[in-house]
Every structure is written in structure tokens, then in C-alpha cells.
């Protein structure tokens, strides 16, 4: 990312308010072009030369052609390193890398081999994003690693294969029903691991607490930027639990919510289809017809899930441990700055 470029001055987060949920979705919807993929080696030197030259204070404003070149830095750079990221594993790829493992699970009619096997491959691929994003200055251990691989597989494998067996033994309810709860099981089985492996791999946050910080005021902010440092870099004041549990728990909920609309739409839109004369006669479109719902919904919709919570998310002092209480920045309020770093997987 363009934090890990030389120079003493901050860059901006982003163009956009992400104050706002619209100004998220945005944002999110930038870093996810994958146009950025296509960005020549050179187009990136340039780029990072550009931004070097905005933080050693010889271009004065962020520009449209700044804001072009912040935009390829971070899609493509890792933020610890500086270096850049497997190309499929970067989050500009991610719809791409996730068609065909995702058009793979909600194929109608697989076996158990087929399902566990999709689910197999969209773990690995979960884990391969995850380590190639991952925070390299904290790195987690090959046996976490793997205890949260197998943990995570077993959960997706389990939860899918049973549900692919009690769903056709529900008798009181309809035929067009069980088809349609049958076409949801890939979205149970990937929300369900989703979830654990979060309070898996970040369980020991709840345990130890997470750092909190002062909300600061305008002029502190300004203050800070004056000494060439982001407001972000304010010093922490303490680890709390409590915050620890709201920041987990959200990245939890964004799991669910951030596999909901791939999962779902196309899985319910191809059902429709599927009822259609053109579809009855023509079966061999059925699988383009998938990848093309999927490809589609994820483009159009993936943004507004990863957008749902703030990756700098602000409580109220009195709400945390008693410690905290009266010590807050403006306004009383602590911010939880650098917890919600969810990688948008499924």
C-alpha cells in the first residue's frame, strides 16, 4: 500500500467520506477494480514515484492523477512489505479468483465428493488470500494457519453434507421449497465457517483485549499532520475486551454479510431460470448462465456488503471497562482504529 512508500508526509485514507456508507462503498468499489491488473510494471513505478513525490512535499494537493496512482499503489503493494501481492491473490482479483470456486459450490445436483470438494478448494482459496494479505509484521504461526484450515473445512464440509441430507427428508414442506433451501446450503456452509474461523483466528483478542484510541478533534488532527504524522498513529491508551468483543463480533457479521450476496442471488436467480422454457431446452447454458449471475453480482453488489461496518469504528467510553470511563477523546468516544480489517472472503 502507499503507507509503506518513503516520504514524511501522510497520505489521505481515501477520496471519499468513509465516514458514511456510501462513501464506503466507494471506496470499496475502487479497490476492487480490476482494472488495476492490468497496470504495466512500469505503470506502477510510476505511480509510486508519484506518490513518493507527494510525501516528500513536492506536489503541494492530492490530484486526479494522485488519487489514479494512490489507487494502483494499494490495490497492488502489500502495506508491510511494500512488495506486490500474488496477482490472484490480490483483493482487485478476488471476484475472478472466487468465479469459478464459488460457480463450482452452487452447481445444482452435486453429490457429497462434489460438495466436499468445492468446499475444500473454496477454503484453501480463502487461506491463500488470507496469508497473502496478511499483517506480516504480526504473522501468524503455520499452526494456526493450519489449525484454522482444517477447522474451517470441516465446519463448511460438515454443515453442507448434512444439510444436503436433512433438507430432501423434509416432508411438510414443498417441492419448489427444498429446492430452493437446497440451493442455499453452499451459503450456510461457507457463512457458518466464515464465522468460526474468525473467532478462531482472532480469538485471542477477546482474551487480551485490543487497543483503544482517543476520537481525536479537528485541531489535534491538524496538529498531528503539521508534524508530518497520520492521525491514525496517536498512541494507544490501553487494551480493552469489551471493545474487543464488538470488533470481533462485527468482523463475524460482515463474514455472513459479505458471502450473503454471492451465495444467494445467483443460487435463487438460477432456480428462476431454471423454470424458464428457453433453459428447459437449452441445459447446456446453465453453466455460463451461473458464472454469469455470479460474475454480475459480485460486481454490483459485493461493494455495498464489504461496506457495511467501518474499518475504524468509534464506542463510547463509558461503554467499555471501567478504566476508560471519563477518559475518552471528543465527545467521550474512543476509536477502535485498525480492527476491522476484514478481508472480504467467503
Same mark, same amino acid.
Given at each position: 500500500?502507499?503507507?509503506?512508500?518513503?516520504?514524511? =508526509?501522510?497520505?489521505?485514507?481515501?477520496?471519499?467520506?468513509?465516514?458514511?456508507?456510501?462513501?464506503?462503498?466507494?471506496?470499496?468499489?475502487?479497490?476492487?477494480?480490476?482494472?488495476?491488473?492490468?497496470?504495466? !510494471?512500469?505503470?506502477?513505478?510510476?505511480?509510486?514515484?508519484?506518490?513518493?513525490?507527494?510525501?516528500?512535499?513536492?506536489?503541494?494537493?492530492?490530484?486526479?492523477?494522485?488519487?489514479?496512482? /494512490?489507487?494502483?499503489?494499494?490495490?497492488?503493494?502489500?502495506?508491510?512489505?511494500?512488495?506486490?501481492?500474488?496477482?490472484?491473490? =490480490?483483493?482487485?482479483?478476488?471476484?475472478?479468483?472466487?468465479?469459478?470456486?464459488?460457480?463450482?459450490?452452487?452447481t445444482p445436483g452435486l453429490g457429497?465428493?462434489? %460438495?466436499?470438494?468445492?468446499?475444500?478448494?473454496?477454503?484453501?482459496?480463502?487461506?491463500?488470500?488470507?496469508?497473502?494479505?496478511?499483517?506480516?509484521?504480526?504473522?501468524?504461526?503455520?499452526?494456526?494457519?493450519?489449525?484454522?484450515?482444517?477447522?474451517?473445512?470441516?465446519?463448511?464440509?460438515?454443515?453442507?453434507?448434512?444439510?444436503?441430507?436433512?433438507?430432501?427428508?423434509?416432508? !411438510?414442506?414443498?417441492? !419448489? %421449497?427444498?429446492?430452493?433451501?437446497?440451493?442455499?446450503?453452499?451459503?450456510?456452509?461457507?457463512?457458518?465457517?466464515?464465522?468460526?474461523?474468525?473467532?478462531?483466528?482472532?480469538?485471542?483478542?477477546?482474551?487480551?483485549?485490543?487497543?483503544?484510541?482517543?476520537?481525536?478533534?479537528?485541531?489535534? /488532527?491538524?496538529?498531528?499532520?503539521?508534524?508530518?504524522?497520520?492521525?491514525?498513529?496517536?498512541?494507544?491508551?490501553?487494551?480493552?475486551?469489551?471493545?474487543?468483543?464488538?470488533?470481533?463480533?462485527?468482523?463475524?457479521?460482515?463474514?455472513?454479510?459479505? !458471502?450473503?450476496?454471492?451465495?444467494?442471488?445467483?443460487?435463487?436467480?438460477?432456480?428462476?431460470?431454471? =423454470?424458464?422454457?428457453?433453459?428447459?431446452?437449452?441445459? =447446456?447454458?446453465?453453466?455460463?448462465?451461473?458464472?454469469?449471475?455470479?460474475?454480475?453480482?459480485?460486481?454490483?453488489?459485493?461493494?455495498?456488503?464489504?461496506?457495511?461496518?467501518?474499518?475504524?469504528?468509534?464506542?463510547r467510553a463509558d461503554s467499555l471497562?471501567?478504566?476508560?470511563?471519563?477518559?475518552?477523546?471528543?465527545g467521550g468516544w474512543w476509536s477502535?482504529?485498525?480492527?476491522?480489517?476484514?478481508?472480504?472472503?467467503?
Amino acid at each position: 500500500m502507499s503507507a509503506s512508500l518513503p516520504g514524511i =508526509r501522510p497520505l489521505p485514507d481515501s477520496q471519499y467520506d468513509l465516514s458514511t456508507y456510501w462513501g464506503r462503498v466507494r471506496h470499496t468499489a475502487s479497490i476492487t477494480d480490476p482494472r488495476t491488473l492490468l497496470v504495466s !510494471s512500469a505503470g506502477l513505478t510510476d505511480a509510486k514515484n508519484l506518490l513518493i513525490a507527494y510525501r516528500n512535499g513536492q506536489i503541494p494537493n492530492m490530484t486526479p492523477d494522485l488519487w489514479k496512482a /494512490k489507487k494502483i499503489v494499494d490495490s497492488t503493494l502489500h502495506p508491510d512489505t511494500g512488495e506486490p501481492v500474488f496477482l490472484p491473490f =490480490r483483493m482487485s482479483c478476488f471476484v475472478l479468483s472466487n468465479l469459478v470456486v464459488t460457480a463450482g459450490m452452487l452447481t445444482p445436483g452435486l453429490g457429497n465428493r462434489g %460438495t466436499i470438494a468445492w468446499q475444500v478448494a473454496n477454503q484453501s482459496l480463502n487461506v491463500a488470500i488470507n496469508y497473502s494479505n496478511s499483517n506480516k509484521s504480526s504473522p501468524l504461526s503455520w499452526s494456526k494457519i493450519a489449525q484454522s484450515y482444517f477447522l474451517a473445512v470441516g465446519a463448511s464440509c460438515s454443515v453442507a453434507v448434512g444439510l444436503n441430507s436433512l433438507v430432501p427428508r423434509l416432508k !411438510s414442506i414443498t417441492p !419448489s %421449497t427444498r429446492l430452493i433451501l437446497g440451493r442455499l446450503v453452499p451459503f450456510a456452509a461457507v457463512a457458518s465457517a466464515g464465522a468460526l474461523n474468525v473467532f478462531l483466528m482472532r480469538g485471542e483478542e477477546i482474551r487480551t483485549g485490543i487497543d483503544v484510541f482517543p476520537v481525536l478533534s479537528q485541531k489535534s /488532527k491538524e496538529a498531528f499532520t503539521a508534524q508530518g504524522k497520520s492521525p491514525s498513529e496517536v498512541e494507544s491508551l490501553g487494551k480493552s475486551q469489551k471493545a474487543a468483543t464488538v470488533a470481533v463480533g462485527e468482523t463475524a457479521v460482515s463474514r455472513v454479510l459479505n !458471502s450473503s450476496p454471492i451465495m444467494v442471488i445467483p443460487a435463487l436467480a438460477l432456480v428462476r431460470f431454471q =423454470r424458464t422454457e428457453w433453459l428447459k431446452k437449452n441445459p =447446456r447454458w446453465t453453466t455460463p448462465l451461473n458464472l454469469g449471475l455470479i460474475l454480475v453480482t459480485s460486481y454490483a453488489v459485493l461493494p455495498l456488503a464489504l461496506a457495511a461496518f467501518p474499518q475504524r469504528q468509534k464506542v463510547r467510553a463509558d461503554s467499555l471497562e471501567e478504566r476508560f470511563h471519563g477518559r475518552g477523546g471528543e465527545g467521550g468516544w474512543w476509536s477502535l482504529i485498525g480492527v476491522f480489517k476484514r478481508a472480504a472472503e467467503q
